[in-house]
Nanobody
């Protein structure tokens, strides 16, 4: 099993940037596909981005393409979400997730672990 701890959330003005980090415990991090999800107030949790275990391939939801970048450092057991050109509608609690399966199925809920979330607030 892997345990996940997110950090890096905060308050930022529209157009600004934040980088979220997700630190994973355990020696098997490099075998997991990793992803980010978010849940805005009053809405369901939604998929944001995912990356393969090696970091070589990524996938994004349409609303963040060109603005967000997911990456990982397997030597540091950490996955990142660089968020640029932030918009008020990006305001949400952001969750890190891990999957033993294919990264493309993470958006459909094929997940093995969740973090506790970190709040991102974008002011207009």
């Amino acid at each position: 099993q892997v345990q996940l701890v997110e950090s890096g959330g905060g308050l930022v003005q529209a157009g600004g940037s934040l980088r979220l980090s997700c630190a994973a415990s355990g020696r098997t991090f490099s075998s997991f596909s990793m992803g980010w999800f978010r849940q805005a107030p009053g809405k369901e949790r939604e998929f944001v981005a995912a990356v393969t275990s090696s970091g070589g391939f990524t996938v994004y939801t349409d609303s963040v393409k060109g603005r967000f970048t997911i990456s990982r450092d397997n030597a540091k057991n950490t996955v990142y979400l660089q968020m640029n050109s932030l918009k008020p509608e990006d305001t949400a609690v952001y969750y890190c997730a891990a999957s033993r399966g294919n990264y493309r199925y993470m958006r459909d809920g094929a997940l093995d672990a969740w973090g506790q979330g970190t709040l991102v607030t974008v002011s207009s």
